[in-house]
């Protein structure tokens, strides 16, 4: 057996293991599986686009999750959605909201308003920056890309782009900087360009540039609060939302491959697909990017716009840290986000779906129908919430290159080494006498229902192998039953 790379089409295609392409099919620990399909929830569509969402714990376990759109921020409770915004609404044109928790305060940062709080209500304006991005960690609320201009503040710093701001420790009020209550503030400009993303890393907080990276760490009053360094190396990254905490590491894309920042370097994981993806990114829209941790399966999402896209988040490509494996699962999205159902009761059963056949095809041992378990979802187009828990509908997934420019290989058998096989399946050759020609395809053939097997009899000097089905399906590697054609 031929164990299988992932999706590699960077990779040279004769290296044994390759997936030169792939529909809907995933990176596993063992090999590749089906993705999921999206699942109605029971949240109804949103007023408008979503512009930003998170999944908050409180101190008592408790969640709260949160969509903010261009006029309101609305929370979802079993079910519904509620207008949670200040008073006055919102008016904040194409700028995303972020959200983080701070003990159990809720905050949210929009670089058209002061930061807003809410402590178990309505949200309401603080007198504090107004910030494009918010995080939590050691104690503060950590601001970037800060103007405190019209706030209330006395401060004079303006907008600028290059800013952080803290909050004064453990004061999520505070605001002024002083060394008493260690509210601070300070400028990253030993890097050019503004920041674009501002993340938790542990004890310490990493802000990204489009080109470079600053580790912050919290030094104490007496050495200005917090320290921020500048990362060796030209690598940084367009998109706040494309930074994936992964709790060890952040996963990121930068300009041109992607990479895993542990606090001491960035390191690069693109290297099987890096040219494939930015082949297809539309450039121009990169801070559109959008990442997602699903951490039951261990899995990593990318959200991205092609070059065919017309600006919209219409691809995916998913990453497995665990067995360094890609794949695809493109689908459109407005985000990605995390959701938590209340999970299913004999008691809510029958309010929720009429029969059992009107149940969704969901395995029984998914996050999904356990309540208050985080569930890896998507805001639809249509401004709904989806989980990413459904049975796999149809998907793909071609070899590489088997085979020898000296020998012709007459191929009888092609087995798959299935963990999960799928109901139906088929095995399409392909086939050439000259590795630098296009192959030709022959007809697609049946897998054996009793063996999960392909029987074909073909003759070349090289052999690839496409293989597409629906439903459920995770394969390990492939193994190729072939006998000494001859030579030419």
Not at 350 to 362: E, M
Request: hydrophobic fraction near 40%; aromatic fraction near 10%; charge should be negative.
């Amino acid at each position: 057996m031929v164990p299988l790379l992932g999706f590699t089409p960077d990779i040279e295609a004769t290296t044994p293991g390759t997936v030169v392409d792939c529909s809907q099919f995933v990176p596993s620990v063992k090999g590749m599986k089906a993705a999921p399909s999206n699942v109605a929830t029971s949240f109804p569509a949103l007023s408008a686009a979503a512009q930003g969402a998170a999944l908050l714990v409180r101190l008592d376990g408790s969640v709260r999750f949160f969509v903010g759109t261009v006029s309101q921020i609305s929370e979802g409770v079993a079910g519904a959605w509620s207008n949670v915004s200040r008073g006055l609404g919102y008016s904040v044109g194409g700028n995303r909201w972020r959200f983080a928790q701070f003990g159990n305060d809720s905050v949210a940062a929009n670089k058209s308003c002061v930061l807003q709080r809410s402590t178990g209500a309505s949200f309401a304006d603080l007198v504090a920056p107004k910030a494009s991005f918010c995080e939590t960690v050691a104690g503060f609320v950590i601001l970037a890309d800060c103007n405190d201009a019209g706030t209330g503040l006395a401060t004079g710093f303006g907008d600028q782009s290059d800013r952080w701001w803290c909050c004064g420790i453990n004061d999520v009020t505070t605001w002024t900087p002083s060394l008493a209550t260690q509210c601070a503030s300070g400028r990253l400009v030993d890097a050019p360009g503004p920041l674009r993303g501002l993340r938790r890393l542990g004890p310490n907080v990493a802000a990204y540039k489009d080109k470079s990276i600053f580790l912050g760490t919290y030094v104490g009053a007496q050495s200005g609060v917090w320290r921020f360094d500048l990362i060796p190396g030209d690598i940084g990254c367009a998109s706040h939302e494309a930074v994936v905490n992964i709790g060890t590491a952040h996963l990121f894309p930068g300009d041109d491959d992607f990479y895993s920042f542990d606090g001491s370097r960035p390191v690069s994981i693109g290297s099987p697909v890096r040219q494939w993806f930015f082949s297809r990114l539309d450039k121009s829209l990169r801070y559109k990017i959008a990442g997602m941790y699903d951490k039951a399966n261990g899995l990593v999402w990318w959200f991205y716009p092609s070059t065919a896209s017309g600006g919209a988040l219409d691809s995916a490509i998913v990453y497995d840290p665990r067995s360094n494996r890609w794949g695809t699962a493109d689908r459109d999205v407005e985000l990605p986000i995390e959701i938590v159902l209340d999970g299913i009761t004999y008691d809510n059963l029958g309010a929720l779906f009429s029969t059992y056949d009107d149940l969704p095809a969901i395995p029984y041992d998914s996050p999904f129908w356990i309540a208050n378990s985080p569930v890896p979802a998507v805001i639809g187009t249509d401004h709904k919430p989806y989980t990413l828990a459904g049975t796999p509908g149809q998907w793909m997934f071609k070899t590489g290159l088997f085979g020898d420019d000296q020998a012709v290989q007459l191929v009888t058998r092609v087995n798959p080494r299935w963990v999960t096989r799928p109901p139906e399946a088929r095995m399409t050759s392909l086939y050439t006498m000259d590795e630098g020609l296009m192959t030709t395809t022959g007809v697609p053939i049946a897998m054996s229902a009793n063996s999960g097997r392909f029987d074909v009899l073909r003759a070349a000097r090289w052999h690839a192998f496409k293989f597409d089905g629906s439903g459920s399906a995770e394969v390990v590697g492939i193994t190729i039953t072939a006998q000494d054609g001859g030579s030419e």
